[in-house]
């Protein structure tokens, strides 16, 4: 009656114990009985049902029972939308039928007649009866008792899910999401669309209140906001939808009794502004949790939704949850990603007459933490360190090992008054004894003043790409000099020192590879953008070359981190 349609294992739910009354009246009946609460959770069988069906009363309750027994001829899963008893199930009404069948434990069906109807328990819950009688032979199956035609056809529902499916989950955007959802529904299915999320603080927020204007959508923004809380005990549609109980059909009649809760106040403020005469509300399931409810109305539309209405609904509101649900976690992960990445990130020194700014962009996917890095820190001569790296790999292992190389080359470089070429022979020979790092490229340098008001520059480079250096007159320069092996490679080659004067008003760039790689270009083509760039911002505040080199040079397909050093000579 309720639950995802295709499922091999019928997801079992906690229910309540049926009174004893109840279960003696069940045994009482001559026929096959089981009962199911408002979700179509099983709540109790006789022993005729647990005959006929070949299970026992613990294999059924607090199953599915459309997911767990409804099945097609040849014991194919039965399609929501051609349940006849999950139609008059969503109606609330008496009804009857045969030739449905019920799936056995071998895999074989059993035909069956059936009657099914409403009724409400002593505590106000509403319950289902279900009563079934074995039928040797059916001919033909029955059509639906008094369903009404649904709006599509099965090939046009069919395509509708198809392109759900596509739209909604090549997005990893809330906010797009919602967009395309509004644009699938609208005014395909109804002139008006309403979704409530619930945020993660378990409040309710109407995030889209939007109808057909044309071929465009229009936002009600004075209609979207915070909502009231959803009350347990709330039995009107749009809580049991957010409270993720059942999908219903409804109307502004209902809204216009006394509410029960705030929420219903807002429902009827929605219906008396909107105008709708007809609504399907149906929950936003993710995978552990319920995530909102998508409300679809009609009010130029005259013809009023009908339960048969309901799977198709379900349907697409069951995507929009699966893609809602990735979305929050993708963004969860985003977060945290950044925030890592931010601390282990340090804060630029203050050096006297230097000025110096950074920039780290996550990867696309920014669900990942990257091992790009960056630093500056003084020394204990009072030169200042410069430092810029890549450690292979973008999972917590590589940002773990860019944080202990980072400290590692801090302590070394303080305590070992020693040029750049050794203190990074140091780091290579500890870093796979003490590290978990297996690769990883850097460039090392110290930087000092000296008298005439020049700046001397001192560096190795362990594979890494050259620094940039772009005088005051914007003619630029790759420092190519002092290049050597990378970190990690097992060579113990004599690493190289090189050295470069920088003169007043001189800006040098240091960058990770993620700022000039591209796909399928060379280089060289990366490195020529970066140079024509940054020398074209040279007589710019250093923080706009940044901001203006990372926007222009960064490839658009690029699928790695960034890291940026830039610093400034006075002029």
Not at 548 to 557: F, G, M, S, W
């Amino acid at each position: 009656m309720e639950g995802p349609q295709d499922t091999e294992t019928p997801r079992r739910e906690a229910v309540a114990p049926a009174p004893a009354a109840l279960s003696q009246a069940l045994a009482a009946l001559g026929a096959g009985a089981y009962l199911v609460d408002e979700r179509g959770c099983i709540l109790a069988v006789n022993e005729q049902a647990e005959r006929m069906l070949g299970r026992s009363a613990d294999e059924l309750v607090g199953q599915d029972a459309h997911d767990l027994l409804h099945r097609g001829p040849h014991g194919q899963p039965l399609p929501h939308s051609q349940c006849a008893m999950r139609h008059a199930f969503h109606a609330g009404r008496p009804a009857q039928g045969a030739g449905e069948y019920f799936a056995l434990p071998d895999g074989s069906v059993r035909p069956v007649g059936w009657l099914i109807t409403p009724y409400a328990d002593g505590g106000g819950e509403e319950r289902t009866l279900v009563l079934f009688h074995p039928q040797e032979i059916v001919e033909k199956p029955a059509s639906p008792p008094e369903t009404p035609t649904a709006t599509l056809t099965e090939l046009e529902r069919l395509a509708l899910l198809a392109e759900a499916t596509a739209q909604l989950t090549s997005t990893l955007d809330t906010d797009e999401t919602l967009r395309r959802l509004g644009h699938l529904v609208v005014p395909r299915l109804a002139d008006w669309v309403i979704v409530d999320l619930i945020t993660e603080r378990d409040e309710v927020w109407r995030d889209v209140v939007a109808h057909a204007d044309g071929a465009t959508l229009k936002r009600h923004e004075d209609l979207e906001g915070p909502m009231p809380p959803v009350l347990a005990e709330s039995q009107w549609p749009l809580s049991r939808a957010l409270r993720g109980v059942s999908s219903t059909v409804t109307g502004p009649e209902r809204y216009h009794r006394e509410p029960d809760s705030g929420i219903a106040v807002e429902q009827r403020r929605l219906f008396d502004r909107t105008g709708m005469h007809s609504a399907a509300i149906a929950p936003i399931r993710g995978t552990r949790e319920v995530l909102g409810a998508l409300t679809l109305g009609r009010a130029e539309d005259p013809v009023a939704f009908t339960p048969a209405d309901l799977p198709l609904v379900e349907d697409i509101a069951r995507r929009a949850g699966l893609a809602l649900d990735n979305a929050r976690l993708y963004q969860r992960q985003r977060k945290v990603a950044e925030t890592m990445q931010n601390h282990l990130l340090p804060q630029m020194p203050g050096v006297p007459g230097l000025e110096m700014t950074a920039r780290y962009l996550p990867a696309p996917d920014a669900s990942q933490v990257g091992g790009d890095w960056y630093d500056a820190f003084p020394l204990s001569d009072g030169a200042t360190a410069l430092a810029i790296g890549d450690v292979v790999g973008h999972d917590l292992e590589a940002a773990s090992g860019m944080a202990q190389l980072r400290n590692m080359l801090r302590a070394y470089a303080w305590s070992q008054n020693e040029p750049p070429s050794r203190i990074v022979t140091r780091l290579d020979e500890a870093m796979e004894h003490i590290t978990d790092v297996s690769m990883a490229t850097m460039v090392f340098a110290r930087i000092e003043a000296l008298e005439d008001g020049t700046w001397r520059l001192s560096w190795t480079n362990a594979g890494h790409p050259p620094m940039l250096l772009i005088a005051r007159d914007g003619v630029a320069r790759f420092l190519e000099e002092g290049h050597g092996v990378a970190l990690g490679t097992g060579l113990r080659a004599r690493r190289p020192d090189a050295q470069a004067v920088l003169e007043p008003g001189s800006t040098l760039v240091l960058y990770t590879d993620g700022l000039v790689e591209e796909h399928g270009q060379i280089l060289d083509v990366g490195l020529d953008r970066l140079r024509r760039h940054a020398a074209a911002y040279v007589h710019r505040p250093l923080t706009v070359l940044a901001d203006q080199v990372l926007r222009r040079v960064r490839p658009a397909d690029n699928d790695d981190d960034v890291a940026l050093l830039a610093l400034r000579a006075p002029v």
